[in-house]
């Protein structure tokens, strides 16, 4: 189904009102905190990635603690959020080019966060939108992928190519509600295996609803 201008409208409006508490579930109290738990949250759970931080950001929190931290330790401390062995490596190298190229900020453009090991767009977005409250683009991850598809706002199965889609029909004033809501409605309605279709409040726009 392809949905009107109005209709987007009301669909937006229909999910801010069934999810009023949507926000980033990532806890952090500075910049490079979120990059580092953005990091952590690929392939886990954000639940899982806010138990493991509190005890390693009360040790190391800024660029500078980062780049400098051994890199066995930085392992294991991040062990419990999978794929260490590789998250720790591009933490590490992320606080140095923070901290050789930024003046050890982090900085505040798409194309200067997607410089830095491992951040994609998609992580950008998180940090642009989050620290900054720059809505850029739409960060499209397993649900926003789901959902679009599903619903039929996109039929690609890139998130980079999801994510035009989106923008293009998303009013700007809608950008940084939409990652929200769709990692909300996925989690709690919009399930991968099991979606609860006759409990969805945008039942009536979606393409594949099973009622
Ligand atoms: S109707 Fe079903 S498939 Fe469509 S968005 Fe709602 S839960 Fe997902």
């Known amino acids: 189904m392809k949905l009107n201008k109005n209709e987007i409208i009301d669909f937006v409006n229909i999910l801010k009102q069934t999810y009023p508490?949507?926000?980033c579930s990532l806890d952090f109290s500075t910049p490079f905190e979120l990059v580092v738990a953005v990091m952590l949250s690929a392939q886990c759970t954000d639940e899982r990635v806010n138990k493991t931080t509190p005890s390693i950001f009360a040790k190391y929190s800024t660029?500078?603690?980062?780049?400098?931290?051994?890199?066995?330790?930085?392992e294991q401390l991040i062990h419990p959020c999978g794929f260490y062995k590789n998250k720790a490596k591009n933490i590490k190298a992320c606080a140095q080019k923070i901290v050789k190229d930024f003046n050890g900020v982090v900085p505040q453009t798409m194309e200067e966060?997607?410089?830095?090991?491992?951040?994609?767009?998609?992580?950008?977005?998180?940090?642009?939108?989050?620290?900054?409250?720059?809505?850029?683009?739409?960060?499209?991850d397993t649900h926003a992928k789901r959902i679009s598809n599903r619903i039929g706002l996109s039929s690609e199965?890139?998130?980079?190519?999801?994510?035009?889609?989106?923008?293009?029909?998303?009013?700007?004033?809608?950008?940084?509600d939409i990652n929200h809501l769709f990692v909300w409605h996925g989690r709690k309605t919009c399930d991968a295996r099991n979606p609860k279709c006759n409990e969805c409040s945008v039942r009536n726009y979606c393409n594949s609803a099973k009622i």
């Not at 966060?113 to 900054?132: C, D, M, Y």
């Not at 199965?157 to 950008?175: G, M, N, R, Y």
């Open 21 to 23: 508490d949507a926000t």
């Open 63 to 74: 660029p500078y603690d980062f780049a400098n931290i051994e890199l066995s330790e930085l």
């Open 113 to 140: 966060l997607t410089s830095l090991p491992g951040v994609g767009r998609k992580s950008a977005n998180v940090i642009l939108l989050e620290v900054f409250g720059i809505a850029e683009g739409i960060a499209v």
């Open 157 to 176: 199965t890139t998130p980079e190519k999801i994510e035009q889609d989106l923008i293009k029909l998303f009013p700007k004033e809608f950008l940084k």
